[in-house]
T-cell receptor, first 111, second 116 residues
Framework: AAGVIQSPRHLIKEKRETATLKCYPI?????VYWYQQGPGQDPQFLIS???????DKGSIPDRFSAQQFSDYHSELNMSSLELGDSALYFC??????????FGPGTRLTVL | AQKVTQAQTEISVVEKEDVTLDCVYETRDTTYYLFWYKQPPSGELVFLIR??????QNEISGRYSWNFQKSTSSFNFTITASQVVDSAVYFCALSDLNQAGTALIFGKGTTLSVSS
């Protein structure tokens, strides 16, 4: 079965640079979520979209923005990167309130 | 506010032992979902099970079983005859049943180490 696709899988950036993470949901899933997981931490919710509209918002920094496009893929844009942004970023998808299935994650390292 | 507590930070067992991972949750919602996810050393988050708040039936899937008790706000997970491949971090999570795009609230996770 098709899974959630995330790209890139690994990303290395310098402080103050910009990064864009991409997420392609499971076909026919209309809801996308973004989570951030620091080392040894549980995943923390950032933001979600349902039918291309923002649905819920967590502790997402103002330096981050995201959107869901007409083909349901989503992008997380991160600017003015800080050392503390180094983490594993997960995208998940679902149909409405159904089970969230996670992608393999993007490991971001900020130097 | 919603909260998930996994009091066991780390558990170590020897292969073939049974092990139970505890999960206690708090919510004011009357309808909600409870989940267990597995995160092996490779890092991905793997869905294991979902229960609705109005369905307290216990579930068994192979060596895995889940005990949901609303009276004690608990959703415990038991692995029977553990294997080395069960070594992972296990997260219990909670979400609202009614709104699309609602966040998963995760517990801190329990790291299970199974040795041979």
């Amino acid at each position: 079965a098709a899974g959630v696709i995330q790209s890139p899988r690994h990303l290395i950036k310098e402080k103050r640079e910009t990064a864009t993470l991409k997420c392609y949901p499971i076909p026919r899933h209309d809801t996308v979520y973004w989570y951030q997981q620091g080392p040894g931490q549980d995943p923390q919710f950032l933001i979600s979209f349902y039918e291309k509209m923002q649905s819920d918002k967590g502790s997402i920094p103002d330096r981050f923005s995201a959107q869901q496009f007409s083909d349901y893929h989503s992008e997380l844009n991160m600017s003015s990167l800080e050392l503390g942004d180094s983490a594993l970023y997960f995208c998940a998808s679902s149909t409405r309130t159904d089970t969230q299935y996670f992608g393999p994650g993007t490991r971001l390292t900020v130097l | 506010a919603q909260k998930v507590t996994q009091a066991q930070t780390e558990i170590s067992v020897v292969e073939k032992e049974d092990v139970t991972l505890d999960c206690v949750y708090e919510t004011r919602d009357t309808t909600y979902y409870l989940f267990w996810y597995k995160q092996p050393p490779s890092g991905e988050l793997v869905f294991l099970i979902r229960r609705n708040s109005f369905d307290e039936q216990n579930e068994i899937s192979g060596r895995y079983s889940w005990n949901f008790q609303k009276s004690t706000s608990s959703f415990n997970f038991t692995i029977t005859a553990s294997q080395v491949v069960d070594s992972a971090v296990y997260f219990c999570a909670l979400s609202d049943l009614n709104q699309a795009g609602t966040a998963l609230i995760f517990g801190k996770g329990t790291t299970l180490s199974v040795s041979s």
